[in-house]
């Protein structure tokens, strides 16, 4: 399905190519050194712009890449999210999300990796969640408030910057995708069998709003979930199937999208919700509210982030794409 996986440590070949990878990376962070993109051999896998028009991204092996530029040249790092030299800082991250006032910020990833910036990611520091289990999206509402999603059932949430984090087990160890906060007792999370939750209490307790039937095998999972407004959203799955609400999640209707593939992120830009997903598709809709499906590349798309007209998608195999007009087109970013 496209989704992040840890590597396998099975030959010292790879290891040792893994590490030489790494250390590649680690010299341009050490260095300073200007990039245009990101290297092949490692995944992108989540997005932010801050609103400077900054660019975050995220993905294997510690990446962080930033272009305060509007994506011409990037610089390359490796965050340190563990105890150990460069070679050490080798899980996987999965997501990042801004304040909107853009000063703090938090990243999360493999193992249960949380790390906060609180001057804009200018640096970063580890913040101890109370889970091991992978955490795959965030969701940011603002200096105090944040939330993540993972597997094993974990949804967490924090009401003071990160210094303690909550820890939600759901009744059945489905991994969740995505979360989102439109306020800080008003929250949503998407996952595995069509399950969507609903919170309205910061995260403390979830109730089940749609799906959710774990004995059905035959039902995928939900990826994302995007608002326009807190009436109006998209959630997006496996085979083009999507659901949407236009009462605030109290009921929730199937459509489909005009290619059966899945969709595995979701970002609004003008009132429009985009989706990416496999195979490099973006999915959208034109002025006329037909869906419209973009294939620039052919490498998964992992996540999506807009500012204006101005958005970003990052994916698989390095990854970067761009729009200035809202996702009427898009290019590749070398």
């Not at 590649?24 to 290297?39: D, L, N």
Request: proline share 3%; glycine share 12%; net charge negative.
């Amino acid at each position: 399905m496209g989704l992040p996986r840890s590597w396998t440590w099975v030959l010292a070949a790879m290891l040792a190519a893994v590490f030489t990878a790494t250390a590649a990376v680690s010299r341009g962070a050490v260095t300073g050194k200007r990039v245009s993109g990101a290297p092949t051999w490692l995944s992108l896998y989540g997005l932010a712009i801050r609103p400077d028009r900054s660019i975050y991204v995220v993905g294997s092996k510690g990446l962080l890449m930033v272009s305060t530029d509007e994506g011409k040249s990037w610089t390359s790092q490796v965050l340190h999210e563990r105890a150990g030299n460069l070679l050490f800082q080798d899980r996987d991250l999965y997501a990042i999300k801004f304040s909107p006032d853009g000063k703090s910020g938090w990243v999360v990833g493999e193992m249960g990796i949380a790390l906060h910036s609180d001057d804009g990611g200018e640096s970063w520091k580890s913040q101890q969640t109370g889970t091991r289990s992978n955490l795959f999206n965030l969701s940011v509402v603002d200096a105090q408030h944040a939330y993540a999603c993972g597997a094993d059932g974990v949804l967490l949430s924090t009401d003071d910057a990160g210094a303690h984090w909550s820890v939600y087990k759901y009744k059945d160890p489905i991994t969740f995708f995505d979360v989102k906060f439109l306020a800080p007792d008003n929250g949503w999370a998407v996952g595995e069998f069509e399950s969507i939750l609903h919170s309205t209490d910061g995260g403390k307790t979830w109730n089940l709003s749609h799906g959710g039937n774990t004995g059905d095998y035959t039902v995928g999972p939900y990826f994302s979930i995007a608002f326009t407004d807190p009436e109006h959203a998209i959630v997006s799955g496996l085979n083009g199937e999507i659901v949407v609400t236009n009462d605030g999640g109290k009921t929730w209707s199937p459509e489909k999208l005009p290619e059966t593939v899945a969709t595995y992120a979701a970002a609004q830009a003008d009132g429009q919700i985009w989706l990416g997903g496999e195979g490099g598709r973006l999915v959208g809709k034109d002025a006329t509210g037909k869906w419209v499906v973009h294939r620039p590349t052919f490498n998964d798309i992992t996540d999506l982030a807009f500012a204006g007209k101005m958005g970003f998608a990052v994916g698989l195999n390095g990854t970067i794409l761009r729009t200035d007009d809202a996702g009427e087109q898009w290019q590749v970013v070398k």
